[in-house]
């Protein structure tokens, strides 16, 4: 190959489109799609909360182009599906997996401890809420209230599994 390149001719090298769009010559992701789905969310709702359109993210989806990674940073946290920014950089980027190899060992503590954070990161907004509504003595947001429960034992659930992963690996 000229000037001793030498790229993986599976993967082609991409060249940039915009600012945050790379053409990736369809090689998709799938688990942008299935995040988006399993997070109930419509590819419109994506665009608007990202303020992008929806055909960007449907090429996104499709393989058609490839967004950012600070992008999939954000749909990570939108989608709460820990390490999809991660395994999307092991997807496309040969120098991320040289640097970061997989290690099943360490994969699901470190999966359980990323749920956990997010899972936590619902709760202050909502027991803020909550704590408002109680101080006089009654609660009022009944609906509200209930919401910062559910949330509250979610995170709960989710400290118990990464406790117990960390148990299991031997970590505490």
């Not at 665009?47 to 993210?57: F, G, H």
């Not at 997807?91 to 699901?108: G, I, L, M, V």
């Amino acid at each position: 190959m000229p000037n001793g390149c030498t790229c993986n001719p599976s993967r082609p090298p991409p060249s940039y489109h915009g600012k945050d769009a790379i053409n990736t010559v369809n090689i998709p992701f799938p688990e942008l799609k299935e995040a988006r789905k399993a997070a109930g969310l419509h590819q419109h709702q994506v665009a608007t909360i990202l303020n992008y359109s929806a055909d960007v993210i449907g090429a996104w989806e499709s393989g058609q182009t490839r967004p950012d990674p600070d992008i999939v940073d954000k749909l990570e946290k939108l989608y709460k599906r820990p390490g999809l920014w991660h395994r999307f950089m092991r997807h496309y980027y040969d120098s991320y997996r040289d640097r970061y190899p997989e290690s099943p060992q360490n994969t699901a503590l470190a999966v359980s401890m990323m749920d956990a954070k997010y899972q936590l990161s619902d709760v202050p907004e909502r027991l803020e809420k909550a704590i408002r509504d109680v101080l006089d003595g009654k609660i009022d947001d009944k609906a509200g209230f209930a919401d910062c429960i559910k949330e509250a034992k979610e995170a709960h659930a989710a400290l118990g599994k990464m406790l117990a992963q960390a148990e299991m690996e031997g970590n505490t």
